[in-house]
């Protein structure tokens, strides 16, 4: 049967390995900053970005593979001896027809938690719209947003971000939890970058003067790509 | 360090006994109808309602003491033998002066889990504005407010009703799952009864021909009662 559903937290996400996820397309939103790195990367001509868990996994590939590089982050901050952060204003035009190796705190985890599912995509206020047409022309299958998190707690701008698709799609009969990130985007569709100023994270960079990764993960649709994790590990644009 | 929360699933619920919540008032909403019923009991005259995890519990305390009244739910149906099921449409008049015993899925779970909060609140749409007066006469307490959820999801409904308190205390600085909820409660407050239409528990009490128990959770501030767990395991009316 088919769904459209969200999954609000990470103590969601760690439940999603046991669910049948059988013909789904998983989206994933870690809006600041894990998936709007990765969007723009492959806006920039990254030929493919591979998400992994540990820091270890992410040096050994770049040791079995010199011309990787590697992206990332803990607590926020760039990982010793890596070439790019987390900011989306790194992965500029220096990644063109780069593979990148990147491992971040929960947008890594949710990817890996949604395995299972048919298609998964990383999705980002950047290119929701192109995002919610790769939905609409699959109207047959389920659907399950996942909004990635901070550490253990919900981030008010991935369930946001699920919102605007849902708000996109809103023909569909939707399950509570995408019911709820749709209203949290029809609250405050007018203006992408108070949103992300008010929330946690947005408030964490702004202390931080990363005001313009903030104002750079705003903008709405400003990217015209799918982006899939691949059988082989990477997203790449569709 | 004062904080204002909210808790928008059940599996986040697992991990509240692990969570510091000294000083900590918490709100219990699970609004369809749990709650609901609660403090529709007290505003009838129930002396106190006392929410326990079992069946057998409850009928051991009936057992100890005649006079109990039993109530509550199993998947939305009353339990047998009980007097009462979970309807607040039956907690009338007839329970004006009785203590009642109460055995629910998902609330009576949410309020244990909050046992160590240093105030327990259940609250629902019926009395959102006196549970929201109480929290702003203790602005220094943290506040968590706990979204009961359905099983092991969430519940659009509990979460609006939450987004209502946080709604009317909205000076205060939010964490994002609060500010979810003051979302969900804004870009629907104009009709809270569309909003229990829409939402899955309400559609399926539709289904079932209970229309009239929707409509009368959907009511907003027609009950002014503030409905407190107090250490002898009854909700009673502060």
């Known amino acids: 049967m088919s769904y459209f559903d969200a999954i609000l937290s990470p103590p969601e996400i760690d439940l999603l390995p046991q669910r049948d996820l059988r013909g789904a397309i998983a989206v994933v939103f870690d809006v600041l900053r894990a998936t709007s790195s990765i969007v723009t990367a492959l806006s920039n001509g990254a030929s493919g970005i591979r998400p992994v868990n540990t820091i270890e996994e992410a040096r050994d590939l770049k040791t079995l593979n010199p011309n990787l590089l590697l992206g990332g982050e803990r607590n926020g901050e760039r990982i010793e001896g890596f070439d790019l952060g987390n900011s989306p204003l790194e992965y500029n035009e220096s990644v ?54 901070t550490f253990r707690d919900p981030a008010l701008e991935d369930i946001y971000a699920a919102g605007l698709i849902a ?29 992300l100023r008010s929330a946690e994270n947005g408030r964490a960079l702004i202390r931080k003067g990363r005001i313009r990764e903030v104002e750079w993960c705003a903008q709405v649709d400003t990217i015209n790509i799918v982006a899939e994790l691949k059988p082989d590990g990477f997203i790449r644009s569709i």
Chains 1, 2 share one sequence.
């Open 96 to 149: 063109r027809g780069r593979e990148i190796v990147t491992t971040t705190t929960n947008g890594t985890v949710a990817l890996r938690a949604v395995a299972h599912a048919e298609t998964i995509l990383a999705a980002s206020l950047l290119n929701a719209t192109a995002t919610a047409e790769f939905l609409s022309k699959h109207p047959a299958n389920p659907v399950i947003l996942v909004c990635a998190g």
């Open 167 to 195: 708000w996109i799609l809103q023909a569909r009969e939707m399950r509570d939890p995408a019911l709820v990130a749709k209203s949290v985007y029809a609250a405050n569709h007018e203006d992408s970058l108070a949103l």
